[in-house]
């Protein structure tokens, strides 16, 4: 029988992985299988005892999407330094027994920026919105991205600062409010690592942020032009882009992780990619 992977979450029905997964296998050659779980809510050990009849039956590896990770996380034996930060797995892995837990959402965003829309983010001033899980688990890729200056923002102030304590590092990292944006002129990089445009919403960011040499990411995909994307490509930006990079970049991570080889992403983002206009 092929190695079984699986993605599971609640709903799942919207899933891109077993697409995105089956494409991978296919590219290198890999004997695989991949489907989609819909995790149980509810009662509260109902998610554990799927992913260990998951193991039971054979599985090796399993992605984690909402509202699973941090119970994923929670049941893991052994957990990655990014994972640990984020509090929250989107991979996980099984190896003789044990259940180990990764966290691959930062790298892949960081790798979608850097490598796919060619912005490398050293010696850069970068915005990051939110403190989420989103950002909760991009801060130490970005970190390790060396930007001159890393401002992350959120609504509640005092969340993102103390997700900025939990993280050692000097003077480039700064946690703030929206309105504390005002003064601090542009950025090269702004992301919208916020929940708001899940439901149409715009975080309220000072159009001053953006500047005509700078890029504005959604983290959101397939939402064509968010109101963060507008308000990014109305002030004026030279570049914007959505998270289907990220979507698939997280989870080439994940493969290169299980499989020990690294498939090519470009022509997957292509065929997922829904043009933002
Ligand atoms: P959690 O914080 O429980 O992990 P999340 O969905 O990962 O949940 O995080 C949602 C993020 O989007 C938060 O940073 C939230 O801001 P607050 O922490 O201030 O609530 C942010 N968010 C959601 N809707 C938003 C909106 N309309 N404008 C700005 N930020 C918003």
Not at 128 to 141: C, E, K, N, Q, Y
Not at 216 to 228: C, V
Request: glycine share 10%.
């Amino acid at each position: 029988m092929s190695d079984q992977y699986a993605v599971i979450g609640n709903p799942i029905g919207h899933t891109k992985s077993p697409l995105i997964h089956r494409l991978f296998a296919e590219e290198s050659q890999q004997d695989m299988s991949y489907t989609a779980i819909e995790g149980p809510l509810e009662p509260h050990d109902a998610f554990a005892e799927t992913v260990r009849s998951f193991i039971a039956g054979g599985g090796k590896g399993m992605n984690v999407t909402a509202p699973f990770k941090l119970k994923a996380f929670a049941m893991a034996d052994e957990r990655s330094e990014r994972a640990a930060l984020a509090g929250a797995a989107n991979a996980l892995s099984f190896r003789n027994g044990r259940i180990i837990a990764e966290n691959f959402d930062g790298v892949g965003l960081v790798r979608d920026i850097e490598v796919n829309l060619k912005l490398p983010m050293a010696g850069k001033r970068v915005l990051l919105l939110g403190a989420g899980g989103a950002v909760r688990g991009a801060l130490l890729p970005f970190i390790a991205a060396r930007p001159a200056e890393l401002v992350v923002a959120n609504r509640d102030v005092a969340k993102v600062k103390a997700l900025a304590a939990q993280v050692a590092t000097g003077d480039s990292l700064v946690a703030c409010g929206y309105g504390d944006l005002e003064a601090m002129g542009r950025f090269d990089l702004v992301i919208n690592a916020t929940s708001a445009s899940l439901t149409g919403e715009l975080p309220p960011v000072p159009p001053g942020v953006f500047g005509p040499t700078g890029a504005a990411y959604e983290l959101a995909y397939g939402k064509r032009l968010t109101p963060f994307l507008r308000l990014a490509r109305n002030a004026g930006v030279l570049g914007i882009a959505d998270g289907v990079g990220m979507l698939v970049e997280q989870a080439a991570e994940a493969f290169s992780w299980w499989r020990g080889v690294r498939p090519q992403t470009q022509a997957v983002i292509d065929r997922l990619t829904v043009p933002l206009d």
